[in-house]
């Protein structure tokens, strides 16, 4: 997983989850994440066609018109696409029984995409609206953001890539059910008075500069472990209830990044 910086991810999240983001109470049945996005002549980018749950979609049929704007490859659930000459309305369309659903893309020339353009967007679904987003620390296949929304029904959070695809997205409160994947015993899902999202870390106050003798003291001072092979070296990982954060220091033994990442460990 290629790894963000703060600009990058920030700009990120400008450009992503602008508005309404969604599960509410009628999701549709087939979408295609992202749904738009701005690409360079040369560059490929991958969609992936997601159902109900926000988990990948099977048996998916792709096409792309104009075809000579932009060469196709699938595998399924997803398509790349590679960008091959200037358009403004490339459609990308995936095809699952009766249902399809569309992304469009916006294919420009050029060395680098002009200052605020939006690289990649989500469909705005209808009944809710975006809250508290968060970086996860980087995990194989795992997610890169965690978007939770308000919804008439609940709070949902919505796991998606770096690059716009969806992996899933769960209601606070209910607990793993068939249509959910199988979690690891740190990432039950857990009631929503429980499991406070937005509640105060370490990793909160864990700041660039920081030495790893003050960072020691943070965790002493909230009664948290931190192994002894951990502490001689490089990036640390302190567990606390609800939270995980990952600890990076430089060869100065100072703070150069953080990652938090939700998680239960009741």
Not at 177 to 189: C, D, G
Not at 219 to 240: C, V
Request: neutral net charge; proline residues 5%.
């Amino acid at each position: 997983m290629r790894k963000m910086n703060r600009a990058a991810f920030l700009a990120l999240l400008t450009i992503s989850m602008i508005g309404r983001l969604a599960f509410a109470q009628n999701p549709p049945t087939l979408l295609v994440v992202p749904s738009k996005a701005t690409m360079l002549v040369g560059e490929t980018r991958t969609f992936r066609a997601v159902g109900k749950d926000g988990r990948k979609q099977q048996n998916v049929t792709w096409n792309v018109s104009p075809e000579n704007a932009a060469t196709l490859t699938t595998d399924g659930d997803e398509a790349t696409l590679r960008a091959n000459e200037p358009s403004a309305t490339v459609v990308l369309t995936a095809h699952a029984g009766d249902h399809s659903a569309q992304s469009s893309i916006e294919i420009h020339s050029g060395a680098v995409l002009a200052p605020g353009t939006a690289i990649w967007s989500v469909t705005n679904l209808p009944g809710c609206k975006s809250g508290k987003i968060s970086q996860t620390v980087p995990t194989a296949n795992g997610p890169d953001l965690y978007v939770e929304e308000a919804c008439p029904d609940g709070t949902y959070v919505r796991a998606m890539t770096a690059d716009g695809r969806e992996i899933w997205r769960r209601r606070l409160g209910d607990l793993a059910a068939p249509s959910q994947p199988s979690l690891s015993s740190k990432e039950k899902t857990q009631p929503a008075e429980h499991l406070n999202l937005s509640a105060h870390s370490l990793c909160d106050d864990v700041s660039s500069g920081m030495t790893k003798n003050a960072v020691s003291k943070l965790a002493q001072d909230r009664n948290l472990r931190l192994e002894d092979k951990e502490r001689e070296s490089n990036s640390w990982m302190i567990e606390e209830q609800h939270f995980q954060c990952r600890i990076m220091f430089n060869e100065t033994e100072t703070v150069v990044a953080k990652k938090k990442k939700i998680i239960s460990t009741d």
